[in-house]
């Protein structure tokens, strides 16, 4: 299928992480983008109360939705119920696609936040608006925006849990081709090029920072822990592969 040329592009969640990434691709391709957050200067909206998607969304072929909460409340209020209320407010609009992005594996993974990506893929895929689902694994920020806070302490409390980082700007590579062709009403898979286990993560991130933190193997009980040391956050089946290793990331000092 030909990507489309020239497209309006709403990017919720637009100054975050994947966000920044997906509008910067997005703009280097030509489409026109508008990014929307509560923050944006140019299109400020509250997916908690629907202020501001109206005259956000007016005129947008597509939105990709890189908005996130993470805080047990925040969550459900932005991703589940400011789902369907970004969704409404894009029927309204005639907005043709929606980008939905989730989390490799989230429904082996039984943790709050993991529950409501899931609620959130429902949302979408039984939504108004056709679809397509990006589903990334975790990105080399967040590894070491884990890792960076805990050495501030000394140790390095590290569950043995197989992993698979890719670097956001690639998952933004696949979102934005994605955003440019029809909606699949289907799943893409972005994952890193190694899976490895946490433990090693940490000890690259020790290297590359100098640092004497200290680690310490701890056993995560339960569902969880097993689920984790299984790898159900990593796929084999990746349809797109990154190739920047956490290694490389890191010596590109991020
Ligand atoms: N981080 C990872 O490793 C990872 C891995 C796989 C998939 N994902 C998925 O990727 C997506 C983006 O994650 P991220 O880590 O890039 O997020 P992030 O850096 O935390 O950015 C969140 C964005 O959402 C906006 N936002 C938050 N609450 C909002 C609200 N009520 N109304 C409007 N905008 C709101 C924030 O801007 P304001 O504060 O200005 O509103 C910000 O632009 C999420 O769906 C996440 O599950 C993340």
Known sequence: MNAQENLTVAV????????????????????RVRVLSRRSAEYPVDLTT??????????????VDASNSTSPKGAKATLVDGE????????????????GISIVGCEKVPIGYYRTKVAQEGVVESGPVDWTTVRATQFH????????????????????????????VEVAHAVADVAERPALRGRVEVAGPEIVDLRD????????????VLP???VLPGTVGRA?????LTTDR????????FGQWLMAGR
């Open 50 to 63: 629907g202020e501001g998607l109206a005259e956000a969304l007016a005129g947008c072929d597509v939105v």
């Open 201 to 212: 993560l940490a000890l690259q991130w020790r290297a590359a920072h100098r640092s004497r």
């Open 216 to 218: 310490v193997p701890v």
């Open 238 to 245: 990746a349809d797109v592969r990154g190739t920047t290793t």
């Open 141 to 168: 920020e967040l590894v070491a925006g884990v890792l960076a806070p805990l050495a501030r302490s000394g140790l390095h409390p590290l569950p043995k849990a197989r992993l698979q980082p890719v670097a956001s």
């Open 12 to 31: 919720a969640g637009g100054t975050g992480t994947l966000g920044r990434a997906v509008a910067e691709e997005l703009r280097g391709r030509g489409h």
């Open 84 to 99: 369907r209320m970004l969704l409404a407010a894009e029927e309204k609009a005639g907005v043709g696609h929606h980008v």
């Open 228 to 232: 984790l040391r299984a790898g159900a």
